[in-house]
T-cell receptor, first 111, second 116 residues
Framework: AAGVIQSPRHLIKEKRETATLKCYPI?????VYWYQQGPGQDPQFLIS???????DKGSIPDRFSAQQFSDYHSELNMSSLELGDSALYFC??????????FGPGTRLTVL | ELKVEQNPLFLSMQEGKNYTIYCNYS?????LYWYRQDPGKSLESLFV?????AVKQEGRLMASLDTKARLSTLHITAAVHDLSATYFC????????????????FGQGTILTVHP
């Protein structure tokens, strides 16, 4: 069965640079969620989209923005990167069952 | 604010033994999930519990939900090494209205290590 696709899988950036993470949900899933997981931490909700509209916002810094496009893929844009932004970033998608299926994650390292 | 607490946070078990992981949450919820995560990997959905008294079983794992006590348990029977992983419970806040409904609040995770 098709799963959530995230790219890139690994990303290394310098402080103050920008990064763009992409997420391709499971086909026919209409909701996308972004989570951030620091080392040894539980995933923290960042933002979600339903039918291309932002549906909820969590602890997402103002330096981050996200959108969902007409083909339902989503992008998380991160600017002025800080060392503390180093984490695993997961995208999850859900459809009519509401169960969230997680992608493989993007490991971001900020040097 | 919804809070989710798991215990224990670390669990070292011998193969063949049984144990239970507990997940308490602070507000009304009608949807509780259990996920498994291997180091550096994604979160794999194990169980979805939707109503009071719900019980689900898959292999050596069994999950239950008591919405009145705001408690879910993940019971491990006759542990094997392959079960070594971090287990998270995650809760959807039933009081979150409209488009806020659906986001997951996770427990801290329980790191399970099964020894021969």
């Amino acid at each position: 069965a098709a799963g959530v696709i995230q790219s890139p899988r690994h990303l290394i950036k310098e402080k103050r640079e920008t990064a763009t993470l992409k997420c391709y949900p499971i086909p026919r899933h209409d909701t996308v969620y972004w989570y951030q997981q620091g080392p040894g931490q539980d995933p923290q909700f960042l933002i979600s989209f339903y039918e291309k509209m932002q549906s909820d916002k969590g602890s997402i810094p103002d330096r981050f923005s996200a959108q969902q496009f007409s083909d339902y893929h989503s992008e998380l844009n991160m600017s002025s990167l800080e060392l503390g932004d180093s984490a695993l970033y997961f995208c999850a998608s859900s459809g009519f069952t509401d169960t969230q299926y997680f992608g493989p994650g993007t490991r971001l390292t900020v040097l | 604010e919804l809070k989710v607490e798991q215990n224990p946070l670390f669990l070292s078990m011998q193969e063949g033994k049984n144990y239970t992981i507990y997940c308490n949450y602070s507000t009304t919820s009608d949807r509780l999930y259990w996920y498994r995560q291997d180091p550096g990997k994604s979160l794999e959905s194990l169980f979805v519990l939707l109503s009071n008294g719900a019980v689900k079983q898959e292999g050596r794992l069994m999950a239950s939900l008591d919405t009145k006590a705001r408690l879910s348990t993940l019971h491990i029977t006759a542990a094997v090494h392959d079960l070594s992983a971090t287990y998270f419970c995650a809760v959807v806040d039933a009081n979150a209205g409209g488009t806020s409904y659906g986001k997951l609040t996770f427990g801290q995770g329980t790191i399970l290590t099964v020894h021969p």
